[in-house]
């Protein structure tokens, strides 16, 4: 499995950028999909999230109204539509997929939820 994120860069606060986390060697359909941002010296944390079907959608209050998190299962892409860009939103941010049984998406805000991990594309957003 690999997830391939991109779209990161340095920017000025306010800006936007798009963030894409292309997928291979999993049924991408059957995964939720999240992004996760971790600044220097601090843990990793929850941004987004978008279930298998694209319907249901979850966010870190600190991003919502600014984010939003999309999928296209036909190319095996999600994406991260961030807007008004914060310069303590710098940090490396990372996709992952979870690969959810049922109804209930219990981990979706976890980091142990996750059932793999990209690399990481970095957002620099300067004052």
């Known amino acids: 499995v690999q997830l391939q994120a991109s779209g990161g860069g340095l920017v000025q606060a306010g800006d936007s950028l798009r963030l894409s986390c292309a997928a291979s060697?999993?049924?991408?359909?059957?995964?939720?999909m999240g992004w996760f941002r971790q600044a220097p010296g601090k843990e990793r944390e929850f941004v987004a999230a978008i279930s298998w079907s694209g319907k249901g959608t979850y966010y870190a209050d600190s991003v919502k109204g600014r984010f939003t998190i999309s999928r296209d299962n036909a190319k095996n892409t999600v994406y991260l539509q961030m807007n008004s860009l914060k310069p303590e939103e710098t940090a490396i941010y990372y996709c992952?997929?979870?690969?959810?049984?049922?109804?209930?998406?219990?981990?979706?805000?976890?980091?142990?939820?996750?059932?793999?991990w990209g690399q990481g594309t970095q957002v620099t957003v300067s004052s």
């Open positions: 992952a997929a979870d690969r959810v049984y049922g109804s209930v998406w219990n981990g979706l805000r976890n980091v142990a939820g996750y059932d793999y």
């Open positions: 060697g999993l049924t991408f359909s059957t995964y939720g």
